[in-house]
């Protein structure tokens, strides 16, 4: 796809992996609207990069409502969703409570799907459009005390694959990237960023990854991409 003039929502966009993609997206030319719930780190962040701040949780169907109302008024439609907003909680099998599942499930599910609800109903009208999920290595491979995120992320990866049945006879690319460890604020309690390391990988390789995925051709889609840290071994 051509990025220039191209109209982007990037959710969970004023920090790592999402503030990255979409700074990338508008140095080449992208009109990007981005979400985020902290309405002064959204702002902050959207005036850093050029992009449309709109206060919403992608958890609460209302405000997913209330983004695609703030797509048609400022973007005037829309070719590009990048469902990054995320959420985690690392619990043993024996703390795990409904009230977990259901806080992670609803950003990181619930959320993305009703996103990829709305986003694709413009779609299918104009038959074009792209969507990309970001989900995780914990989407393919499970660890101890990852039972709520890793069942949240192999839920995404399913549905993407559903998306991509439902959705290719209308033209419409759904691309999968799954990040390995990334040095973000991503289930920081503090939620700040953490500091780079040399042997990691940064918000900036992903968003690499999501924009070199959406300038191929429209004729062909990567359906799914997994970005590892070369060596992060090393010392």
Known sequence: MEIKDARVIVTGGSSGIGYAT???????GARVLITGRNKEKLERAAEEIGAIPVVADVAREEEVEATFRAVREELGGLDVL?????IARRKS??????????AVY????????????HAASIFKEQNSGHIVNIASTAAKKGYATGTIYCGSKFALRGMTECWQAEL?????????VNPSEVTTAFGQPDRKERPEEPNKLRSEEIAHTI???LEMDDRGFIPEVTVFATNPFKK
């Open 93 to 102: 099998i024996e703390e795990l409570t409904v009230e977990d599942f259901e």
């Open 168 to 176: 290719r006879p209308h033209n419409v690319r759904v691309i999968l």
């Open 211 to 213: 924009v070199a995925t």
């Open 82 to 86: 990048i469902n990054n907003a995320g």
């Open 106 to 117: 609803r950003t990181n599910v619930f959320g993305a799907a009703m996103m990829a609800k």
């Open 22 to 28: 979409a700074q990338k997206l508008a140095e080449r």
